[in-house]
């Protein structure tokens, strides 16, 4: 069965985690697709675009080794916070796999540049446990999300999920507070000089890029294979939530801590998925934390023919959904 594969067998993960994904992105290799810019885009971002537009070999690569690197990085995270077991490489795989969801998202995007960014505030943030303030790691959690809102302007909602982050773990100092503040607005103040010294208008800069975030459109669910997917995909999701999250009072305090710092910004993902108009790449928002509970509900459900049904589905409609979307 292929979870027990991820239970058990070193070798084999290796050879799935390096063959699966090039799978997916083969044609992409051979025929890349263009470099995704959308209105979320921000000034960070917008470097890296103009740039990269007339490069689209050279950016599907790059985005191809960014993901790969994401998921082993987010793995040994989940290892490292004993969120995951040390023999396995199943959210890499699952992460990749979310990752890798459509042809036309094989490519750099601001979204996929700011993954970068929140992986490691999420690896600061998850360390404020083993503290009694965690200052240091809070502003560097904050600083990171701010400066990832720099490349995809809606990662400035987890900025919540610091806040809530800091109530789950009963850090109620004002200094921590103060420092989520002061993290978030850092990269700021040094874009607003940048402006300032190159004589630019930073007011209107903000104006252009938040005037249409309001407007909802649900075009995406177009395609037959992109509602299959996204319906799948919460069909999926529920009961791996609902497992990780019934199971937290059989584990130890820091578990339960990391797991509700885990939930907390799954929520707040809803805010920038229900902004953003893409049509391919809105699944990236949930890859991080989607790793965590899928990864654990195959894991660790106790019916292991249906969560290795679940999963294979799931591998399917994703093969549909990459080389047949029409």
């Known amino acids: 069965m292929l979870v027990n594969i991820f239970k058990k067998k070193y070798t084999l993960q290796i050879l799935l985690l390096a063959i699966v994904p090039l799978a997916f992105w083969s044609q992409a290799f ?20 103009d740039f990269a537009k007339d490069f689209q070999l050279f950016s599907t690569i790059t985005a191809f080794v960014m993901v790969f690197l994401q998921g082993l990085l987010l793995n040994q995270l989940f290892t490292n ?4 077991q040390k023999n396995t490489f199943l959210p890499a795989f699952i992460y990749i796999l979310l990752m890798s969801c459509s042809y036309h998202c094989m490519t750099l ?3 996929l540049v700011s993954n970068f960014l929140i992986i490691f505030a999420l690896y600061f943030f998850l360390r404020c446990h083993d503290k009694k303030e965690g200052i240091d790691e809070i502003y560097n959690s904050c600083t990171l999300l701010s400066l990832a809102s720099l490349f995809y302007a809606p990662a400035i909602f987890f900025i919540l999920w ?8 009963k850090l109620y100092k004002w200094r921590s507070w103060l420092m989520s503040i002061l993290g978030i607005i850092t990269p700021y103040i040094l874009l607003v000089i940048f402006y300032y010294l190159n004589g630019q208008d930073i007011h209107s800069n903000i104006l252009e890029i938040t005037k249409d975030w309001f407007h909802l459109d649900f075009h995406f669910l177009n395609q037959p294979i992109q509602v299959v997917y996204i319906a799948s995909l919460v069909l999926f999701s529920i009961p791996a939530i609902f497992t990780t999250l019934s199971s937290r009072s059989n584990r130890v305090i820091e578990y339960r801590k990391k797991s509700a710092v ?3 910004m799954l929520i707040i993902s809803l805010l920038p998925f229900f902004l953003s108009k893409t049509e391919y790449n809105m699944s990236f928002i949930f890859a991080i934390t989607l790793s965590f509970f899928l990864s654990n509900f195959f894991l660790h459900y106790h019916n292991q023919k249906k969560v290795n049904t679940f999963f294979i589905i799931f591998i399917i409609i994703s093969i549909i959904k990459v080389f047949f979307p029409n």
Not at 30 to 49: A, G, H, Q, R, W
Not at 81 to 84: F, G
Not at 162 to 169: K, R, T, V
């Open 162 to 169: 610091i806040w809530f982050g800091l109530i789950i773990y």
């Open 262 to 264: 885990m939930f907390t």
């Open 81 to 84: 916070n004993h969120l995951s």
């Open 109 to 111: 995007s601001s979204i």
């Open 30 to 49: 051979i025929n890349p697709p263009e470099v995704i810019s959308n209105k979320f885009d921000t000034p960070l971002y917008e470097i890296i675009y």
